[in-house]
């Protein structure tokens, strides 16, 4: 980010926002194929913002649901949970950050 502390935060905030918007999909997927979409997006944008310790959750999840075991990829949803949960938390308390600075 180059120091750009305003940088980091609107990237938090819109992380928290993808990740949170991931995970409500994910609770609410149908299929297989869904989850698998969804969860390689979660993958993505995890490792995107360097949150490379929440990644292996979501290749559980992508894994479970690529074969075809949509009971498994719920449960490995939520054994994530709690991991994906303090993402969400940490880049959100960042982006408050950046709305209380600028207001």
Sequence with gaps: MGGDLDLLREVAELGASDVGRLLAALDSASTAFAMVELAHELKGVLLNLTAAAAAPSAVAIEAAARSG???????????????????????????????????
């Design 69 to 103: 075991d949509l009971h498994t990829a719920r449960v490995e949803l939520g054994r994530a949970r709690e991991v994906l949960d303090d993402v969400v938390s940490t880049l959100a308390s960042v982006a408050v950050e950046r709305q209380r600075v600028a207001s």
